[in-house]
């Protein structure tokens, strides 16, 4: 049961994160050269993990993201059966808050500025899916360090934790969106570019692997180095 109510709250946070974030991305657009909706929606994505980390972090972490998950399982603070439970939800939740997007903006007859409910490309980088996989790598490595180093027993930040890693994934869309949308999120990245594809747009979905793959990649190596320069300093504190 305990288990349940922290998949529970994954799915939450994840249906809010994508509503929030990708829908503002849908309403203002992000177009580099449109710097008011660029900002917009890098603050709707931050803004919507701080409420997260408030609301529903007591409950299951607020991870709402796989990269996360896997950080904090190689880390050892979860269980392998408890990160499929959380990646599941996860994925579940971004696709519920795509579809609900999706058939609002339809409904109302909303002009989604996007084009694709706020899927991730590689236009930003000319579809180079090289550079766009160092940049989510790059980007997810440091968001998941920073919220293992926030979350670690070891710091004592008290209640800005949230705060912290809510600004700064506003830091990261702001230098990310105008390269590849910023995923360093695959449940962010794959329920969007799914509703998509069955609404008949199958571009996100051609290249939502890339979006999977490097926010993975990134989130486990940050959970190695992090590890790594724990066990250090603790090596260090005992002599």
Known sequence: MESMKKYIAEFIGTFTLVFIGCGTAMLVGCDAANGCGYILTAFAFGLAIIA???GVGNISGGHVNPAVSLGVLISGGMTPADFCGYVVAQCLGALAGSGLLAGIFEMGGVEDKTGGLGTNGLGGVNDSIGAGMLVEIVLTFLFVILILGVTSKNQSHGSFGGLIIGLTLVGIHIIGIGLTG??????????PAIIAAIEGNSDPISVVWVFIVAPLIGGALAAFVYKFLESSKEAKEEK
């Open 182 to 191: 910023t995923s360093v999120n695959p449940a962010r990245s794959l329920g």
């Open 52 to 54: 997260l980390a408030y």
